[in-house]
């Protein structure tokens, strides 16, 4: 069986689903709690000896929230299981130690780090890579070729097959090369004080529910409110200049946990400001106004 939690993108859940579905394996979901939390007080329980491989977001994509990931790592691999962590949103807000957190795979996609669509990293230790067969096959993956036999190159060029993006490549690596020429101190003390700003903003409108709070919050908020569809809102704030994602955000069990007709969410980052985090609050009381 194959271990994810309740509270996954989509992009976490599908290709497990469908390898599940080839294999006959089972599909474990750890619940989380009324706060997007993790229960991991039930981890024994879903953490068993048939599981094959655990895959859990670094961060989440609707709650905001930096997941305990050392702790279900640590428990993983007391049973030896491999852990995959999916770094979307983990990438562009962490300093990532690999070795420290101790995953197994990292994962996380190019255009989250300002860099071309279709691009993305995938970090696995040499002794797993090793082991594991091509995906795909075709050109420059191959070490010889005969009709009777092929063997395959050594890392990574056996899982490249055919002309690879190398341009969307290059364009990711000079975005990662912006980023690392950015202090890691003021994009942390940055997010954090726009973190607060908004969440003090948040909570003076009326029937606002905010979405995962807690420790190890980044600057992305997720919420409803009472008697106002989520699509209304966006729809009007779009309007104002202001650009939001509304709905079911590719995690649609776990929204449908939280707010079944889906929830807003506005999302900060380095280059974001306090003066419009407080152009967004008193546009969302306005349009909030507007549809009461």
């Not at 271990?3 to 294999?23: D, F, Y």
């Not at 009777?148 to 990711?172: D, V």
């Not at 890691?184 to 903003?201: P, S």
Request: net charge negative.
């Amino acid at each position: 069986s194959v271990l994810i939690t309740e509270a996954e993108h989509h992009s976490n859940i599908v290709p497990w689903q469908m390898v599940c579905g080839r294999k006959g394996a089972k599909l474990k979901i750890l619940p989380v709690d009324e706060n997007g939390k993790w229960r991991l007080e039930l981890i024994d329980k879903y953490l068993t000896p048939d599981v094959k491989i655990v895959s859990v977001s670094h961060i989440s994509n609707v709650l905001g929230l930096t997941n305990p990931v050392e702790k279900i790592i640590s428990a993983a691999h007391r049973l030896g299981i491999p852990v995959i962590l999916d770094g979307a949103q983990g990438i562009v807000h962490e300093k990532i130690d690999v070795q420290g957190m101790g995953c197994d795979f990292y994962v996380f996609s190019g255009h989250k780090l300002y860099g071309p669509t279709g691009t993305g990293v995938l970090y696995g230790k040499r002794s797993l890579l090793e082991n594991l067969p091509p995906w795909m096959g075709g050109g420059d993956m191959v070490d010889t070729v005969t009709f009777e036999k092929t063997t395959y190159a050594s890392l990574p060029l056996r899982f490249e097959a055919g002309t690879p993006n190398f341009i969307g490549a290059a364009g990711m690596g000079e975005a990662i090369k912006f980023l690392e020429s950015v202090s890691g101190k003021f994009i942390a003390d940055h997010e954090r004080e726009l973190t607060e700003h908004m969440l003090q903003g948040l909570l003076t409108i009326e029937g606002l529910k905010i979405h995962g709070t807690g420790e190890g919050k980044i600057p992305l908020f997720s919420f409803s409110i009472e008697g106002i569809h989520p699509t209304d809102l966006a729809m009007l704030l779009d309007k104002m200049g202001i650009a939001v994602r509304s709905g079911m955000m590719c995690a649609e069990p776990l929204i449908r946990k939280l707010n079944p007709q889906g929830l807003l969410r506005a999302s900060l980052a380095m280059y974001n400001t306090t003066e419009e985090t407080d152009y967004f609050i008193n546009s969302l009381r306005r349009a909030v106004r507007m549809l009461s």
